[in-house]
């Protein structure tokens, strides 16, 4: 994963381990899976919102560099989805990504390490739908040692994934040392159909 010009680890080749391109399991996995809690169907976010950091930033898709690491955001506040990834609220685990700075702004996710379990993180779907999702836990993680099987592995529930620089600042590489990722299940889900 690459935030903010900072490299922790690429995607799996196929990252949300039973998931095709367009974020929906297919058949015969979502027949066969063992899932647990509420599931929605794919539906592309839109907007994230975590009042516990006043947070609430458009979202767009971001796909992979030829190098296999992921796209970013292109400017400090927006917030970007791994489209190789489900959809916030399907079954596996959402990727988002923001800057922690960005050219000297401070960006969308400079405080995510400030989450604490039970923190809300909403996203506003496609469908009109909300899914709120709840922090389960919030881990740092140095980029030499990233897990990425972790992060973008199969899941038995609808999970979340939010990720962005931490640590020291290397101005010899111009990247800081670590990644920060928080970690959220989907509660419930407002609006829609």
């Known amino acids: 994963m690459v935030v903010a010009g900072c490299s922790g680890g690429s995607p799996p080749p196929n990252p949300a381990g039973t998931v095709t391109p367009s974020g929906r399991p297919p058949a015969s996995a979502a027949a066969e899976a063992l899932t647990s809690g509420e599931l929605l169907p794919s539906s592309p976010p839109e907007r994230v919102a975590i009042p516990a950091l006043d947070v609430s930033v458009p979202v767009v898709g971001l796909g992979l560099r030829a190098d296999g690491t992921m796209e970013v955001p292109t ?8 489209t190789g990834a489900p959809a916030p609220g399907s079954l596996g685990p959402a990727v988002l990504a923001g800057h922690v700075d960005y050219r000297g702004v401070s960006g969308t996710f400079a ?83």
């Open 111 to 193: 405080e995510l390490s400030a989450l604490r379990p039970g923190d809300e993180v909403r996203i506003t779907r496609r469908d009109g739908r909300t899914a709120v999702f709840a922090v389960t836990r919030v881990a740092t993680y140095p980029k030499s040692r990233f897990p990425s099987g972790e992060v973008y592995g199969p899941i038995d529930h609808a999970g979340l994934r939010l990720i962005t620089c931490g640590g020291d600042f290397d101005r010899r590489t111009g990247h800081y040392v670590d990644n920060v990722v928080a970690y959220a299940r989907l509660a419930h889900w407002l609006g829609g159909s």
């Open 75 to 82: 400017d400090a506040t927006t917030v970007g989805w791994f």
